[in-house]
């Protein structure tokens, strides 16, 4: 019942807690149908929740296609999202800059099922700035990839929800 409303007919962000918590019945199913934990958004506030936030949703979310939105630079986080790189279909990131090369190492380039990419550096006032880290190659095999968006000044304009737009 749910995989069809789900994936049919509304934004589903935050559907798998609200579900989970209606009656033990539903909890059951919320548990378990992977779809309803494969959207996984962290916001700047309350950072010591966020990553065992993160981490159940990548763990019930069982095999399935991820839509990751990351809006904080919290590296525990991403540490986290970088080891299911092979499910992204979706992700928007704020990447702290001087972390490119832990990005790079972890990703290797290599992502079969990214459709839509936003990522944000923070870290970077001026060119000289962005030239002094490693170059970000993490993205260079996406074979699927449709869209994508990089700014290297994201985070200091849009702080408050920028990537929930």
Same mark, same amino acid.
Request: glycine content about 4%; hydrophobic content about 45%; proline content about 4%.
């Given at each position: 019942?749910?995989?069809?409303?789900?994936?049919?007919?509304?934004?589903? @962000?935050?559907? $798998?807690?609200?579900?989970?918590?209606? &009656?033990?019945?539903?909890?059951?199913?919320?548990?378990? %149908?992977?779809i309803l934990w494969s959207y996984i958004s962290t916001k700047p506030a309350k950072q010591t929740f966020q990553r065992a936030f993160v981490k159940v949703h990548i763990s019930r979310s069982g095999n399935a296609l991820l839509t990751i939105e990351i809006g904080h630079c919290d590296? &525990?986080?991403?540490? =986290?999202?970088?080891?299911?790189?092979?499910?992204? *279909?979706?992700?928007?990131?704020?990447?702290?800059?001087?972390?490119?090369?832990?990005?790079? $190492?972890?990703? #290797? #380039? @290599?992502?079969?099922?990214?459709?839509?990419? @936003?990522? #944000? &550096? %923070?870290?970077? #006032?001026?060119?000289?700035?962005? $030239? +002094?880290?490693? %170059?970000?190659?993490? &993205?260079? =095999?996406?074979?699927?990839?449709?869209?994508?968006?990089? =700014?290297? *000044?994201?985070?200091? +304009? +849009? +702080?408050?929800?920028?990537?929930?737009?």
């Amino acid at each position: 019942m749910f995989r069809m409303v789900v994936i049919g007919m509304w934004q589903w @962000k935050a559907t $798998a807690l609200l579900v989970s918590h209606v &009656f033990s019945r539903w909890r059951f199913i919320s548990l378990s %149908t992977p779809i309803l934990w494969s959207y996984i958004s962290t916001k700047p506030a309350k950072q010591t929740f966020q990553r065992a936030f993160v981490k159940v949703h990548i763990s019930r979310s069982g095999n399935a296609l991820l839509t990751i939105e990351i809006g904080h630079c919290d590296s &525990f986080c991403l540490q =986290d999202v970088y080891t299911v790189y092979h499910r992204w *279909n979706s992700v928007a990131l704020i990447v702290p800059r001087p972390s490119i090369a832990y990005l790079n $190492a972890s990703i #290797g #380039g @290599k992502l079969p099922c990214l459709q839509h990419l @936003k990522v #944000g &550096f %923070t870290g970077v #006032g001026t060119v000289e700035d962005y $030239a +002094e880290h490693p %170059t970000c190659t993490a &993205f260079l =095999d996406a074979p699927m990839l449709c869209s994508i968006a990089f =700014d290297v *000044n994201w985070w200091d +304009e +849009e +702080e408050e929800d920028m990537l929930l737009q």
